[in-house]
């Protein structure tokens, strides 16, 4: 017993050091034009000395130096990935996409590990631009597929590696995207896309102009166009390529938690939601609807917005307005861990799912570093206000000084 006793105040004892030998949470913080980190109580715990600064991902946190090139430190500030890119996305289980202008292949991309070690040499084609962290690319069904370069500026295809960074998969396509229920979208040449199986075959060739990925065992298709309004019909196929809503729907939605939001191509064409048998669940009265997420999904009538659960119901009556420059490029506006953007006039905050506003509309929008970042998935989100740029945590509490 009294064994016993002492291995469990050792245990005790052992979690209790090892708990408060953990880092405080930190917070991108903002002092004038530097960016550093604090505690939850606004105390710098790292010094503000960087140009941009982004929350913390397993354990590594991206940021800038003045000539804007991007490494990453961690919890004690120390840089652990020098400051060498051009762009970088955010650790993701392990891998960090990163971007160089190399003089031999131009603007590429790659993958490095946590410690900085190549896993995907810097041959990925890339567009001038840097690529949107939504727009990641990312591990499904145990590959990530990515566009890579076989020429300096010149033939690329896509090829798809394991998670050692083994290619094992290569395909000569332009465009290629996950696999999803084994099978990924291609595009073969102008006007012709389908499908590929895990061994690279070509399947679903029926004419389609475009194909997109699998999402609860159907997949979005747009067969090729004959009239402008042909050009705008969208259809969904299952797995064995059998089309089971017919092309007579226009939207760029997927299905997400069993039902999929379209707008009908006839005239008054309003919007409503399919299940997957195609059928109507919920009625075409609506000016605009976006996906399900977390059971409630945003929709718009007479400019204003509001959420309605699976059966319809609203649940969030309509007293937000349909900012369009904003909902115009949100094709998966609602909620993410547990709010979700609103607007009053020409400004936003954040409402959580009864409804209640808990970040007020004050804020012109979401702030930016090259693209916007609006994921509150570690507690903060990036917001801008006139000139100013700063995070702000799920209570609307504001980190920075002037």
């Known amino acids: 017993m009294k064994t016993l006793l ?5 245990v005790s004892f052992t979690v209790q050091f090892s708990l408060s030998q953990q880092s405080p949470t930190l917070i991108p913080y903002q002092k004038g034009e530097k960016w550093g980190y ?3 109580n606004k105390k710098i715990v790292i010094s503000c000395t960087y140009s941009s600064a982004s929350p913390f991902y397993e354990g590594l946190a991206r940021v800038s130096n003045e000539k804007f090139k991007f490494g990453f430190i961690n919890t004690q500030g120390k840089l652990v990935i020098p400051f060498k890119y051009d762009w970088a996305h955010n650790v993701h289980e392990g891998w960090i996409y990163v971007e160089q202008q190399l003089k031999k292949w131009g603007n590429v991309g790659g993958f490095i590990d946590t410690k900085g070690e190549v896993i995907i040499p810097m041959r990925l084609n890339m567009p001038p631009v840097p690529l949107p962290e939504n727009e990641r690319y990312q591990f499904s069904e145990g590959l990530i597929g990515v566009p890579w370069k076989y020429e300096p500026f010149g033939k690329f295809g896509y090829r798809y590696a394991d998670k050692n960074g083994k290619f094992v998969l290569d395909t000569p396509y332009n465009y290629a995207d996950r696999f999803s229920n084994g099978l990924a979208p291609i595009n073969i040449d102008f006007g012709k896309a389908g499908y590929i199986d895990r061994q690279g075959k070509v399947l679903f060739t029926d004419n389609y102009y475009v194909t ?7 997949a979005r298709v747009r067969p090729n166009a004959t009239t402008a309004e042909d050009d705008m019909r969208f259809g969904f196929i299952n797995t064995k390529g059998k089309l089971v809503i017919p ?10 938690e069993g039902l ?4 009908q191509i006839k005239k008054p064409n309003k919007w409503g939601f399919l299940n997957k048998k195609g059928k109507a669940v919920i009625p075409f009265i609506y000016d605009k609807t976006f996906s ?9 009538k007479n400019k204003k917005v509001g959420f309605i659960n699976k059966q319809g119901k609203v649940v969030i009556p309509f007293k937000f307005d349909y900012y369009q420059p904003f909902y115009e490029t949100q094709a998966n506006a609602g909620f993410y861990n547990g709010l979700a953007p609103v607007w009053l006039g020409k400004k936003m905050g954040f409402v959580n799912r009864v409804g209640k506003l808990v970040v007020e509309c004050k ?17 903060v989100a990036l917001v801008k206000q006139g000139e100013k740029q700063f995070y702000i945590d799920r209570q609307g509490n504001e980190y920075y000084e002037d």
């Open 260 to 263: 999929v939001a379209v707008q």
């Open 6 to 10: 002492y291995t469990l105040l050792i």
């Open 292 to 300: 399900f997420h977390n059971g409630l999904a945003i929709v718009v």
């Open 247 to 256: 092309t007579n729907y226009y939207s760029f939605n997927n299905f997400s």
């Open 363 to 379: 804020y012109d929008g979401f702030g930016s570093v090259f693209h916007k970042y609006d994921d509150f998935s570690k507690g």
């Open 38 to 40: 604090c505690d939850q």
């Open 212 to 218: 997109a990925p699998f999402s609860e065992g159907l």
